[in-house]
């Protein structure tokens, strides 16, 4: 954007206090207090921007879908195809892409290699920085790995993406975002995910 924290400097955003929900956990979730998704992001920060208008992005520095131009203010419309209907061409050209985001370290993110517990508090930092396609291998494993108890053991019962009502809106923006980074990488802004039509499967 513009340099400035979240784009204050533009008005694309500010920076704001994280504010959660503090509604319990459901009761398949016995446990407080030991895992590191519960009050997400809150273990990790507690600040964050607030993007405004078309805006987006952990900065406000890029637009949000289905928009460009310097305010993104231009609708912008893109298609995806029906993977079985794509030409040899464009199949080769999507492995191709994979292929990159698979040798392209994240200029803008890195994953925990740590719980929070081990990362004492925070004052002993655990991060490593990861390849564009691994980075949302790591994103799907951490919302639904199980839960690390206090103990050493896990508790298997627990799947903060799936098998809930955030599971559809939760994949939605994990395709979106995923489908951003790969245009990125490439530079290839009408690049889309294919999608498979199971129907017939």
Request: aromatic share 16%; hydrophobic share 35%.
């Amino acid at each position: 954007g513009d340099n400035s924290p979240c784009g204050e400097a533009s008005g694309r955003g500010s920076c704001q206090d994280v504010v959660i929900s503090d509604s319990p956990v459901g009761t398949q979730f016995p446990f407080t207090g030991i895992d590191d998704r519960e009050n997400w992001p809150m273990v990790f920060y507690n600040r964050t921007c607030q993007c405004q208008g078309n805006f987006t992005g952990y900065h406000c520095g890029e637009c949000r879908y289905g928009y460009t131009g310097p305010n993104c203010t231009v609708r912008r419309t893109v298609i995806r195809k029906e993977i079985f209907r794509m030409t040899t061409a464009e199949k080769d050209k999507f492995i191709a892409y994979l292929n990159l985001a698979k040798r392209t370290i994240s200029p803008d993110y890195v994953i925990s290699t740590g719980t929070y517990e081990q990362m004492n508090n925070g004052s002993n930092p655990m991060f490593a920085d990861i390849n564009v396609y691994d980075l949302f291998v790591w994103l799907h494993y951490y919302a639904s790995r199980d839960a690390f108890l206090e103990d050493g053991s896990v508790w298997a019962n627990i799947d903060f993406a799936h098998e809930a009502p955030g599971f559809l809106p939760w994949h939605r923006f994990f395709l979106l975002l995923w489908e951003r980074e790969i245009q990125k990488v490439t530079g290839d802004e009408d690049f889309t995910i294919p999608f498979w039509d199971w129907r017939d499967a």
